[in-house]
């Protein structure tokens, strides 16, 4: 007999959450106390979990099937999950009830006694009506790459803002498919069709109340983290300094950077979202002036969307950064794709607009035909020609990095050269330039400290009573011959790597 499949996405009270029922024990428990994810499965079983993975391959897609079926079996894998085998159709585009034909779902069915896997692991967001088909016909857990997503920060969130930000994401992602819960209850009502509602229905109504109230909590206390954020840049715009983000792919090396550079310590490992909550630092530039670097949560492909809002308020630190540091795995096969992908996402987070350096990451670990390509490569990857090769895994280049980040601010601050004396005992406006500006020269006399170098042109107010000359014949120190950079940066022996 042919089951019929429904695309109805409205079909929500028949969605089965992703987990099993736990019994009648469980049945007064709320949503929240209830709600699983794959390491409580894990930890309960007698091996890791075995997964199968399946993915659509539609026509208009950036990524090659294979190259997201590795990706995706290495976010799996990150939560302890043990892949068995994946399967892949060609389609104008997924399924609107099952994502993937009726053919080929057999084909997965059939596989189950073979490869006995736990659950099928599809390579997209699936709908709720999608979801419940899945479950009905292959009759094992059906988890998507979403949800996948949405476990493995749940594992990575170390602080309370991080936590509550991930779990609203989990909350909204997961409040449309929480129905077939509570279908073992609508069971003992003994009835059937439309008038089959009783205990299972009332419960689930008082599970999701408490879910959006749950909801309402995070966001107040989100709101609150919000307002604390803006205090601190309110107070941090009283006494200037810029902000340095570093952006990019998960496991491009941008925590291995920000170790390197300021020795914060914090963790650098060879996995997917081995860092989620951001760190910030302050360092000094080549000439001595102060910025704030900060590390941000890695982005990835197809990243889900209530990631994107739930963790506004931390990606709002890219927002009011003055330059952001693209940090690109140079060595990754599909380098391209992740530099499109991190272009996307900040498009989408609205600061595709700020000025950019690119890092070229891990050049000492390139193979011989890479680097005689080099040229080539950068041209595939857009690198524009002023990007920086560097290695952050042994420090290689990463002067030059800071000194082009500190040429990119000057232009973007619109430096002007100045001459100015201070008198000795406004010796904390010495300070000031230091701190705002670039210092070429220094000399003492009678009248007190006389500076030569640059200032922007926002801060010549606060130095007016001091200013003696506003031009000057004085250029900016070169950032760093291309050339040079390239033959330094390849001349290092090739090392094993290691990046975050």
Do not use: C
């Amino acid at each position: 007999m042919t089951e019929e499949f429904s695309a109805d996405d409205s079909a929500l009270e028949e969605t089965e959450f992703l987990g099993d029922d736990e019994g009648d024990e469980g049945e007064e428990e709320s949503y929240v106390k209830r709600a699983r994810t794959l390491r409580t499965s894990k930890a309960t079983t007698e091996r890791p979990e075995q997964a199968l993975l399946v993915a659509v391959e539609t026509y208009n897609t950036t990524w090659d099937v294979a190259d997201e079926l590795e990706e995706l079996a290495t976010l799996a894998e990150t939560v302890g999950v043990v892949v068995v085998g994946s399967v892949t159709q060609k389609l104008d585009h997924p399924h609107p009830a099952t994502y993937v034909g009726k053919g080929k779902l057999q084909e997965i069915k059939d596989l189950q006694e073979e490869l006995e896997y736990d659950f099928v692991l599809f390579d997209g967001e699936l709908t709720p009506a999608q979801l419940r088909n899945l479950e009905k016909a292959l009759e094992v857990k059906i988890i998507d790459r979403t949800a996948l997503i949405l476990d493995v920060f749940a594992s990575r969130a170390q602080t309370h803002e991080g936590r509550l930000q991930v779990e609203l994401a989990q909350l909204q992602y997961r409040m449309t498919r929480l129905t077939r819960m509570w279908t073992h209850l609508s069971r003992q009502t003994g009835g059937g069709g439309v008038g089959l509602r009783g205990t299972g229905e009332t419960q689930l109504e008082a599970d999701r109340r408490e879910a959006q109230k749950r909801v309402a909590f995070i966001k107040t206390q989100l709101e609150q983290v919000h307002r604390h954020r803006e205090l601190y840049r309110s107070r941090r715009k009283d006494t200037p300094i810029n902000v340095v983000s570093l952006v990019g792919y998960t496991n491009a090396g941008k925590s291995t950077l920000l170790n390197t550079i300021t020795g914060a310590g914090v963790l650098a490992e060879d996995k997917l979202f081995a860092t989620l909550d951001p760190t910030t630092r302050r360092i000094s530039l080549p000439s001595g002036r102060e910025v704030l670097l900060t590390d941000t949560v890695g982005f990835i492909n197809n990243l889900p969307t209530q990631l994107i809002a739930a963790f506004r308020a931390t990606l709002e630190e890219i927002s009011e950064a003055a330059v952001l540091v693209h940090v690109v795995d140079m060595t990754h096969p599909n380098v391209v794709e992740q530099v499109i992908t991190v272009k996307q996402t900040l498009e989408e987070l609205g600061v595709d607009g700020q000025p950019v350096v690119y890092a070229l990451n891990k050049i000492d670990a390139l193979s011989e035909e890479d680097r005689l390509n080099m040229p080539e490569l950068m041209a595939r990857v857009g690198a524009p020609a002023d990007s920086v090769p560097i290695s952050a895994q042994n420090g290689t280049n990463v002067e030059a990095l800071l000194a082009q980040i500190e040429a990119v601010l000057e232009s973007e601050d619109n430096f002007e050269p100045v001459t100015l004396t201070i008198p000795y005992n406004q010796s904390e406006m010495v300070e000031r330039f230091h701190q705002f500006g670039r210092v070429e020269s220094r000399d003492f006399d009678e009248a007190g400290t006389t500076l030569v170098g640059f200032l922007p042109e926002r801060d010549f107010g606060r130095f007016e009573p001091y200013i003696t000359r506003r031009v000057q014949d004085i250029s900016p120190e070169p950032v760093v011959d291309d050339e040079e950079s390239w033959n330094e940066a390849l001349e290092t022996p090739r090392e094993a790597h290691s990046a975050a």
